[in-house]
Every structure is written in structure tokens, then in C-alpha cells.
């Protein structure tokens, strides 16, 4: 009898330390590679040819979509012709479409050589530096990376986000005629220098982050009830001024379940399904062992093992956190961002990142395109049908 009531007794302590959430220290790393219910369908394809990394898409009050990304100088001559935005870029270019289908260039929204102020300065490369994946680089860092186009609706205003090359930092623009293509100026909070960069790392307390800290993949996040954050790679979170002219708090870090290890994470995103915070990550899925089939979030060093560029997502009632275990929403899918239609549906980017196995896979890379994506049991995942339809309603 005895036995029976402890045997019971334990049964019930394991369930509730699992509901306290101790079960769940860390996220389970697996990836889940060759599940097509999670990846990206062979169907998509560029909706355009044109060289981008980072596609973002936004759809706006005027019922109009419109993207921007991590683009090359259009007149660039690069060696091998292997384009790259390692180095510098010449700004943030725009696109414009009623239905997503037809994408009508709107040209460069924003300038180094005409609108930047202290962004225009740039930094020193060592002689014969190389980009990430081997690519001879100029003189100079100063390119736009990852630009976002966000319009806050509560304050009726059109903001721009990017960071820069060189690990100098995020910044934030405002249109000063009300309209997308701008003419942008910087906020107050960064006329002088980033809003996001190492130095407001370093100032969170207790932070062990490594450095040096690019302070790169900067995004905005407007609540429900007007409420506008500024969120960095990856961790970072502050609260914006009413009036977006810049922050009305320090940073501090999300509460997070991290991998264990923690990962090298960029592509921050936010957005809010069923009353709840979303946190979407890009993360690289790996494979464990040479010619092995397994795969995990845990990278192990072994450049050549590198697999795909995906989405992960966590959960969190509080914008700070704590944020649940992470899942893997979309594979192959990463540094991408989610929008809904003018009827409401939920879609995101994807670019087709050239590094990795899948990279050579790839018939071309670093090209903007959408798939459609879905909520199941509230998680996120490619919506595979819709995709189809509309990939094969493409002229």
C-alpha cells in the first residue's frame, strides 16, 4: 500500500514540476529536415528577378504591398560577378503591387550619398578582407542592411528600419511627407549615432554577450494599444516614445528558453496571434555528422555540415517574456517577416539564402519571393495549398 502511494505520489510531482515550466530549461534543438509539412514547397519561386537577402513586405493603408531588402549597387561590377552586400551598398530601394503578382520598382527611397548624415561615413577594411562566404571586398563598410518598412497606424506615420555593415548598428527613419517613398530623415533618438549597437548591449545589466556585438537586424513592433518597440538582434527589447522620436527605456534582453548551447541567432521578428507574442528567430539547422541524417540547431563547427537558413518561433503572454520553448515554424524560410493581405491571410518572405547544402541546391539564390503561411493549434507553419494556388496563378 505503501509503495502504491509513493509510486503515485512521484507521478505527481513529475507532472507538476513539468507544468512549472523546469521541464522546459532550454528549447529542443531538433530540426526536422525532410518534413515537408515545415518547409518551404519547391514551388516558390522568385516573384522577380532581382538580387535581394532579408525580402521584407509590408501591405499599407492605401491597400498597396510593399517590399524592400538588402539590395547591391545596380552598377556594381563584382569580381566572378558573385554579388554581395558585404561591404557597402548604395541604400534602401523600394517596390510597389496591388496584388503581389506585379512588382513595380518605386527606386532608391533613401541614399548614403544623399540623405545619410553621420551614417555616410563608413568603416575601414583591412586589405584583402573577405566577405562571409569568401567574396574580395572593397575599401569600405557601409551598406543598409536588412531594411523594414513598418507604418504605425496609431500615429499614422511611416517609418524605416535598417542597420549597417561593420558592426555599427541599427537605425530609424521617418518619412517627412507622410508618404512610403519618403523623404526619410533619422529619428531624434539616432541623429548622432545608432539607436541599437553594441555600446546599448554592454549597458544591460548582467549581460554576458559576446562581443564584438554587431547590433544588426533591427524591427519595430507596434501592441494593440499603440504601444511601439524597438527590437535588435536577437535578444533586445525597449519601448519606444510615444511620439517615435526614440526610446523611453534602456534595452534589456528578452526572457528566453534558450538552446543549450545558446546559438548564433539573427532575423528578429514580432508579431501577435491569439492574444499572444510571437518571437520569430532564424536559426541554422545543421546536420550532426557527415553523410548522417540527423539535424539539430546546434552548430558543431563544421563549416561544410551547415544545411538551411530557418524560422523558429516562441511564445510569451508579456512582451518581455518569458518566451516558451522555441519550434521550428519554417525551414529554409529564414530571415524572413509575416504580413497579412487585404483579406486577412497570413504570408511571409523568404529569399533563398545561398550558403549552406540547401544553398547549392537553390536553381538561383538571393531573390525576393512569399509563401503562404498558417496558424495550426496556434503554431506557425507553411499553408502549402495556398501557396500552390498562388504560385500557379503566376503568369
Known sequence: MNNHWLQRAFMLYLLIIAQSGYAQQYSDPYAPVGDKRYTVPDIVRPLFDYWMRDTYITYGPDSMYYMTGTTAPPDRKFQNNIIHPWDYNDGIYLWQSADMKVWKPLGRIWSFDKDAT????????????????????????????????????????????????????????????GKPTGPYVNIPGNSNGPIFSAKEVIAIPGNTEKLPYSGIDGTLFEDDNGEVYFIGKDHYIAKMKDDLSGLAEPFRRFKETPYNPEQYIEGVYMVKHHGKYQLLQTVWCV??????????????GNKALVHSYDVVVAEADNIYGPYGPRYPAILEGGHNNLFTDKDGNWWSTTFFNPRGEMGKIYPVTCRPAVLAVKWENNKLMPDIKRTEQFYKSLK
Open 287 to 300: 546536420r550532426d555528422e557527415p553523410g548522417k541524417n540527423k539535424f539539430s540547431y546546434i552548430e558543431n
Open 118 to 177: 553621420w551614417q555616410k561615413k563608413g568603416v575601414p577594411l583591412k586589405p584583402k578582407a573577405r566577405g562571409v562566404n569568401g567574396e574580395p571586398l572593397d575599401s569600405m563598410y557601409r551598406a543598409a542592411w536588412a531594411p523594414e518598412l513598418h507604418y504605425i497606424k496609431s500615429k499614422k506615420q511611416w517609418l524605416l528600419v535598417a542597420c549597417l555593415s561593420g558592426k555599427v548598428g541599427s537605425f530609424v527613419l521617418k518619412s517627412v511627407s
